[in-house]
């Protein structure tokens, strides 16, 4: 018994030397682990902040392209309106 122990022991520190190098093994599988789901989800937001920013700007350019259009209406009815009344006053002889 007295020679078993020695041995027993070895084993013993042995068997703790792997385990500890298993968990450190899979500590470092971990630590790679987070470091890719930190470079994915980084990689994600940025996307959805460009998809954002290209959905913002096409509807900033949609809503500016319809005030344009109603901007531009009122302009056409404004120099409508003037050549009207210059007309008007052509033919009540007020334009003399």
């Known amino acids: ?7 027993k022991s070895v084993q013993i520190a042995n068997l703790v030397r792997q385990l500890q190098q298993i968990k450190d093994s899979q500590q470092d599988e971990l630590d790679d682990l987070n470091e890719m789901r930190r470079k994915v989800l980084e990689s994600l ?9 290209k959905l913002l700007r096409s ?3 949609k809503n500016q392209q319809r005030h344009q259009e109603a901007l531009l ?3 056409r009815d404004g120099q409508d309106m003037l ?3 210059g007309k008007f006053k052509e033919v009540s ?3 003399r």
Do not use: A, F, N
């Open 1 to 7: 018994m007295d020679r078993e122990y020695p041995v």
């Open 45 to 53: 937001s940025e996307q959805i902040q460009r998809k954002k920013k």
């Open 59 to 61: 509807l900033v350019v």
């Open 73 to 75: 209406q009122k302009i």
């Open 83 to 85: 050549r009207c009344t």
């Open 93 to 95: 002889g007020h334009g």
